[in-house]
């Protein structure tokens, strides 16, 4: 069954602080991944997109990693702002054209000052 | 640019009610989507559409109908609405649904009582 788990479900990091979220998948056949982030209220915003062949990727202060091997992502966040506060969804794409998105259920992040 | 517009944000129905939430792109985007996201769950797709006159069903589609007469618009038709179908919904475009990001809107919330 294809499945998107990420850990940990919930964080609370103080200001200027880093953290990295995961992300294990069972999604075959592989397309890419995604992470978005998802404030409170609103709709997701895509953070970043990978491919089989990418292993790591840069959006400002997000990184996102990708380990097609052991079907691992991270997400890591430097510095973190008040602004961070939000749920971070691993998104893995499977299948061709009419392939679809399996999404993760999230962590949700609070940056504390 | 407006992005993908979602109307209404906020609706409460009574059990058995019919109605339509819209969803509209001023991207020319060709791949429309449907998702539901519902607490302690990653978001699931109802319906989608790779371009106009195509419309396809997802994960959970039963309980809804949608059409896609235009590249801009995408309407999700709740046709007997049910307590179990209280959810966030969003609606998201994309480029080709493949390797581009998703747009999503900022969401609806319904309740059905």
């Known amino acids: 069954k294809n499945q998107v788990e990420q850990s940990p479900q919930s964080l609370i990091i103080l200001e200027g602080k880093n953290c990295t979220l995961q992300?294990?998948?069972?999604?075959?056949?592989?397309?890419?991944l995604r992470w978005y982030k998802q404030d409170t209220g609103r709709g997701p915003v895509s953070l970043t997109i990978?491919?089989?062949?990418?292993n790591t990727k840069s959006n400002g202060r997000y990184t996102a990693t990708l380990d097609a091997d052991t079907k691992q992502s991270s997400l890591h966040i430097t510095a973190s702002q008040l602004s961070d506060s939000a749920s971070y969804i691993c998104?893995?794409?499977?299948?061709?054209?009419?392939?679809?998105?399996?999404f993760g259920k999230g962590t949700k992040l609070s940056v504390k000052p | 640019n407006a992005g993908v517009t979602q109307t209404p944000k906020f609706q409460v129905l009574k059990t058995g009610q019919s109605m339509t939430l819209q969803c509209a792109q001023d991207m020319n985007h060709e791949y429309m989507s449907w998702y539901r996201q519902d607490p302690g769950m990653g978001l699931r797709l109802i319906h989608y559409?790779?371009?106009?006159?195509?419309?396809d069903q997802g994960e959970v589609p039963n309980g809804y109908n949608v059409s896609r007469s235009t590249t801009e618009d995408f309407p999700l038709r709740l046709l007997s609405a049910a307590p179990s179908q209280t959810s966030v919904y969003f609606c998201a475009s994309s480029y080709n649904g493949v390797n581009y990001g998703y747009t999503f809107g900022s969401g609806t919330r319904l309740t059905v009582v």
């Open positions: 559409s790779v371009g106009a006159g195509i419309t």
């Open positions: 992300c294990n998948y069972t999604v075959s056949p592989f397309s890419n």
């Open positions: 990978m491919t089989f062949s990418e």
């Open positions: 998104v893995v794409r499977y299948g061709g054209s009419q392939g679809n998105l399996i």
